[in-house]
């Protein structure tokens, strides 16, 4: 079992800035794909980032087209930690954030290849 555990969110102005944290401990492994998603009332979850390992210690980043440019996923396997920075923030990234964690291979946009779930922590940008 792996446990997440996210913070880091809060109320921004958009335009500014945020930075969540996921951290994960229990049967951590530094091959795991790992993911942010978001989710509003009444929608879907929804891919954000993902990063997934492909060898030795090398790792690729993936984002929605939504955030590409504003928002970077990064990793610490030391600290079992994956952060995600949001900069540029718009009123419509509002939204509960998600970490999530997965065997590698799997298609990293959906949601039902994620073996293990964050709480979530809510992000709200004001106009």
């Known amino acids: 079992q792996v446990q997440l555990v996210e913070s880091g969110g809060g109320l921004v102005q958009a335009g500014g800035s945020l930075r969540l944290s996921c951290a994960a401990s229990?049967?951590?492994?530094?091959?795991?794909?790992m993911g942010w998603f978001r989710q509003t009332p009444g929608k879907e979850r929804e891919f954000v980032a993902a990063?997934?390992?492909?060898?030795?210690?090398?790792?690729?980043?993936y984002y929605a087209d939504s955030v590409k440019g504003r928002f970077t996923i990064s990793r610490d396997n030391v600290k079992n930690t994956v952060d995600l920075q949001m900069n540029s923030l718009k009123v419509e990234d509002t939204a509960n954030y998600y970490c999530?964690?997965?065997?590698?291979?799997?298609?990293?946009?959906?949601?039902?290849?994620?073996?293990?779930w964050g709480q979530g922590t809510q992000v709200t940008v004001s106009s």
């Open positions: 229990g049967r951590t492994d530094s091959t795991y794909t």
């Open positions: 999530a964690a997965g065997q590698r291979g799997r298609n990293y946009i959906e949601p039902t290849s994620y073996d293990y």
């Open positions: 990063t997934t390992w492909f060898g030795l210690n090398s790792y690729y980043a």
